[in-house]
C-alpha cells in the first residue's frame, strides 16, 4: 500500500491509522476466508500425501510377496560337517541319509624333468593335451587312455616367442583348457608342473610331444621317461544308506535331489544328513505382509477417525476415497479363490489371518504352519503366480498377463524329439584314420563349426572313436560360445550324432568332410533327421510347441507355459493356475497411487483450488489497493479543508485581537 506522510498534518488528526484500520476492516471477511480455505486445502494435500506414502509402502510389501514364487524350502544338516557338509535347494524332500567318505576326489597333477632356467630356450614343437581316464599297470606305467568324450583334445604351439618355460606354462594357462601350468624349483632344477583343474578319474590327461628334443622331454603318455605323475585324477567314493557311489568331484548335487553334499575328509563313522521343511522364510514374509497391512490401515484410521471426545475430526475425515481403499482391500483379502477349490487352502482365512475388530489383520502362527505343513503350494497360489501340477510328465514354467486363473488339463500326443545325423553301417574295430584326411565341419542347431580336425590313428573299437569325436565337436570354439552341443553314441554299427538341443531347431548336419574320414564315419548314406517340437492341448485347446515347452495361445488359459520333460504321451493331469491375491492388490492400489490414480486426481484438484484462491488473493489485493486510495483521498480532502478552516480561524482570531486593542 502507498503511504502518505503529510496525512493529518492539516487537521492534527491521525488519518493514517484511520485509513488502515478501516481497510484492515473492510479485507477481514474476505482474507479470513481464503486464509481458512487454503489451510484446509493445504491441510488436505498434505494428508493426501500422507496417505499415497502409505499405500505405496504397502504396495512395496505386496509387490515383494507376488514375486514371491514357491513357499517350499527345505533345510539340511550334517552331524560330522568336517567330513560332509550339505545344503538343500529347490525340490529337495523331507529325508535322513547316512553317507560315508571312504575317499576324496583328486585332480591329475604331473612334473616335468629339472632344466637348468626357466628362460632357456627349448626348441620348437607341438604339446598335445589328451583328456580323460590314464590308463596304468601294478608299475604305475601308462598303458592308455580311456578318452573324456565331453573334453576336446587340445594343442600347444611352441614357437620362438613362447619356446621356455616361462613361455610355455603362460601358453598353456591362456589356453584355458582345463590345465594349469606352474614352475617350481625343487633344488635340482626348475620343473614344469601341470595340473587339471577338475577333479575324477575322466578329468586325467596325457601330453603328447613332438618337436625338439627339450620339448619332447615334456611328454606324458605310454612311452615318456622323465615326466612323472605326482598325483592321480581319482573320483569320490562314498556310501549313502550303505549303496556305494562314485563321483568325480567331491562338490556332489546329483545324488540327492535338491541337495548340495561337499566332501572334506574320509570318514571312519557315517556322518547323518537331515533334510527338513523350512518354513521360517514364508512365516517371515506373511507376518511381514500382515505388519505392513496394519502399519497402512493405522494410517488411515489416524486420517479419517473422528474424536468425539474432543469433537476433532482426521483431515480427511468423511473422504469417499479413503473409504473406498480400506473396503477393497478387505474385500480382496476375504475373498476365497476359485482356482483353489477342493484344496484345504483357498483363502487367508485357512492360514490364519483374520481381521481384527479394529480393522487390522491378526496371524494364527499355527495355523500356518499346518498350512504349510499340509499344502505349501496352496499357499503359494495365494500370494504369487503359480502352477500347481496334478500328474507326471510336465512341470509349470511361466505365465502371461493373459493367463486367468483356473484349473487345465494338460494331453501331449507327441514328444519333443532332438535332431540327429544317423550315420551308414562301418563295421567294427579297427578304424583308421589318416594324417591329412581327417578334417570336417558340423552343424548344430544352425550353428557352423570352423574346420575340425580328428586326431590320425588307429582307434581300436568304434566306442573310443565315438568319445573322441563328441569331445572334438563339443570343444568347437564356435558351437561352445553359441551354446551347442552333441553326444556321439552308437547305433549298432553306426554312429549316431545327437543334439542336445530339443524341437524343430535342433539339427546335425556335417559338411566340407574329408573323404577318407567320410568313409570311415559312414557320413555317406547317412540321415540327418531334423527335430520335433512337442504336441498337444492346455485346457481342451490346441497349444503352441517349441522344443520342450508348450504354450497356451487362446482361451483362459492363453499364455501359460508348460515344460513336458517327461516320455508320456496322452492325459497327463491338469494344472492348476493362481494369479495370487497380490496381483489384485497391486492392481488396486496401483489404481490409487499411480501417477494417473485417482489420490494424485484429488491432488491436483486440490492444487487447483489453491490456484484459484491465489487469483481471489490478487483480486482482493487490488481492491483493497483501490479502497485505500479512495479513503486517502477523502481524509486529504477533509484535512485540506480543515487546514483551510484552521487559516481562516487564525486570521478571524488575530483580526478580533488587533480591534480590541485598537478600541482598548
Known sequence: MSGISSLGVGSG?????????????????????????????????????????????????????????????????????????????????????????????QAQSIASGAYASRDASLGTGTLTFRFGTVEQDEEGAITGLVQNPDRATRTIQIEPGNN???????????ADMGVRANIVNDGSGERLVFSSTESGAENGFLIDADGDAAIERLAFNETSTETVQTRAATDAELTIDGLAVTRASNTIDDLIEGVTLTLKEVSETPAAIEVTRDNSGARSAIEGFVKAFNDMQGEIRKLTRYDPETERAGPLNGNATARNIINQIRNTLTQPMDALDGRGVRAMADIGIVTRRDGGLELNAERLNDALERDPEAVAALFSPTGIVDGEGFRYDSNRSTTESGRYGV???????????????????????????????????????????????????????????????????????????????????RFSFISQRYGSESTVVFSSVAAGLDAA??????????????????????????????????????????????????????????RGIMADLDRILDGFVSSGGSLRSQTDALNGRLERLESDQERLDRRMTQVEARYVAQFTAMDKMVAQMNETSQFLTQQLASLQQSRS
Not at 164 to 174: E, F, H, M, P, S
Not at 448 to 474: H, K, M
Not at 525 to 537: H, L
Open 13 to 105: 488528526i491521525d488519518i493514517r491509522g484511520l485509513v488502515d484500520q478501516l481497510v484492515a476492516a473492510e479485507r477481514a471477511p474476505q482474507q479470513n476466508r481464503i486464509n481458512r480455505q487454503q489451510q484446509q486445502i493445504e491441510t488436505q494435500i498434505s494428508a493426501l500425501g500422507q496417505l499415497r506414502s502409505a499405500l505405496s509402502g504397502f504396495q512395496e510389501k505386496v509387490r515383494e510377496l507376488g514375486q514371491q514364487g514357491s513357499f517350499i524350502t527345505t533345510r539340511a544338516s550334517s552331524s560330522n560337517s568336517s567330513a560332509v557338509s550339505v545344503s538343500a535347494g529347490e525340490g529337495a524332500e523331507p529325508g535322513r541319509f547316512d553317507i560315508q567318505v571312504s575317499r576324496l576326489a
Open 164 to 174: 621356455t618355460l616361462q613361455g610355455i606354462r603362460d601358453a598353456v594357462n591362456a
Open 411 to 493: 494331453s501331449v500326443s507327441e514328444l519333443a524329439t532332438r535332431g540327429r545325423f544317423n550315420g551308414a553301417a562301418i563295421g567294427g574295430g579297427p578304424i583308421t584314420i589318416s594324417e591329412g584326411d581327417n578334417t570336417f565341419r558340423v552343424s548344430v542347431d544352425g550353428t557352423r563349426s570352423e574346420v575340425l580336425t580328428l586326431r590320425p590313428g588307429t582307434y581300436d573299437t568304434p566306442e573310443d572313436l565315438a568319445r573322441e569325436l563328441q569331445a572334438l565337436i563339443n570343444g568347437s570354439e564356435t558351437l561352445r560360445d553359441a551354446g551347442r552341443s552333441v553326444s556321439v553314441a552308437l547305433d549298432g554299427d
Open 521 to 578: 564315419l559312414g557320413l555317406t548314406g547317412g540321415e540327418a533327421v531334423a527335430g520335433r517340437d512337442v504336441q498337444g492341448s492346455i485346457g481342451g485347446r490346441e497349444a503352441e510347441g517349441f522344443g520342450q515347452f508348450l504354450t497356451a495361445q487362446s482361451g483362459p488359459a492363453n499364455g501359460l507355459k508348460l515344460r513336458v520333460d517327461g516320455n508320456l504321451t496322452g492325459d497327463l493331469g491338469t494344472i492348476t493356475f493362481a
